[in-house]
């Protein structure tokens, strides 16, 4: 029942994570056949309280006529309830720490939530939404022309939930560590003393150099607080990096101690509908000195693993997504 679906994604285009996901659902959901239409949230308190009440007044018409547009509205990360009567279904894709906790008055509004991990949705389930694990996938940015080098990667972006500043202070501790590059957008940067071991890039840096650095820098230190799903975790195991993150959900759904390296950590607050976690210190500096110790041969066969699992999941997510738009598609509201 799948083929040849009308599907109207829903979601702020803001040019990092949710672009790469509506880039993603989009391409694979046309390669299932179906005709994809796309609607972008504006930011702005305009766009955000004026223009949704004025949809929901619109549509309250609507609603009582039955005259949807689309067979599906997927809305990715918030739920937007003034678009719902365009649709027969309405179904999210959510990433909890930015799922705001007075939306889950709205989730009433949702025949289904399809999630990207295990975690979310035992955190959408115990408050009466269906769920269907789809997972998802990342873009592939595995060179194998590029040299590597031993040194380390921290891809903090614009996110301030990357434990970028304690590790940064922890790196100043060890100046005879090996180099640790960090790229960060300049919103959310804080510098900081220089360390003549830490190369810290503030600002834009184009894909082609981007791409470069994922593949020449052996390890990638991915120490989230927490994650939807956690693109730039799956691009430093598609890339065959050693890859460290904290040892919480969802991070170590994606990470292994078969493929990567879990950090201990704690929890240390709340960010909207996800636990918060940071990386303990001490076994933070463990797990590096321990990469900085492993031979060739051991990042390898770690690397090796990582891009098993990246392959496998890339080939998996267009089934799962079939059957998640399916399971959308079958809810009895």
């Known amino acids: 029942m799948n083929a040849g679906l009308r599907i109207n994604l829903i979601a702020r285009n803001n040019g990092v994570g949710l672009s790469a996901d509506l880039r993603l659902l989009g391409d694979a959901l046309r390669a299932q ?34 005259m949807p547009r689309f067979d599906l ?33 709205r989730f009433a509004v949702l025949d289904h939530v399809l999630v990207k991990t295990h975690h979310a949705s035992s955190i959408f389930r115990t408050r ?8 998802f996938t990342s873009p592939d940015r595995l060179d194998l022309t590029v040299p590597r080098r031993r040194e380390f990667l921290h891809l903090a972006g614009r996110s301030e939930l990357k434990g970028t500043q304690r590790l940064l202070a922890l ?19 804080k510098p900081g003393p220089p360390s003549a ?8 840096i184009d894909d082609a150099s981007l791409k470069r650095l994922q593949n020449e820098l052996r390890f990638h230190l991915c120490p989230s607080e927490a994650e939807g799903y956690g693109h730039y ?19 170590n759904e ?33 797990a590096v000195e321990r990469l900085i110790a492993t ?36 809810s009895d509201h």
């Open 197 to 204: 071991n830490i190369d810290h890039r503030i600002g834009y």
């Open 33 to 66: 056949g179906h005709a994809i239409e796309y609607t972008n949230i504006r930011g702005g308190k305009f766009h955000k309280y004026i223009v949704p009440a004025a949809r929901r007044a619109a549509y309250a018409l609507r609603r009582l006529v039955r």
């Open 73 to 105: 509205n997927l809305m990715l990360e918030h739920v937007r309830d003034e678009y719902a009567a365009l649709a027969h279904r309405n179904a999210m894709i959510p990433n909890p720490e930015w799922q705001w906790p007075h939306e889950v008055a």
């Open 171 to 189: 790196w100043r501790r060890h100046p005879e560590w090996p180099r640790l590059t960090v790229v960060q957008h300049a919103i959310t940067a």
């Open 233 to 251: 975790i799956v691009e430093a195991l598609g890339v065959g990096a050693a890859v460290v993150t904290i040892d919480a959900a969802p991070m």
């Open 295 to 330: 031979n060739d041969a051991g990042l390898d066969r770690l690397g090796a693993a990582a891009r098993a699992w990246y392959e496998e999941n890339d080939r998996g997510f267009g089934m799962r997504l079939k059957a998640g738009i399916t399971a959308a598609m079958d």
């Open 128 to 135: 009466g939404c269906r769920t269907t694990y789809i997972g």
């Open 254 to 286: 994606l990470v292994t101690r078969e493929r990567g390296v879990l950090v201990a950590c704690r929890a240390s607050g709340q960010k909207n509908l996800a636990i918060v976690h940071e990386f303990d210190e001490d076994a933070m500096t463990v």
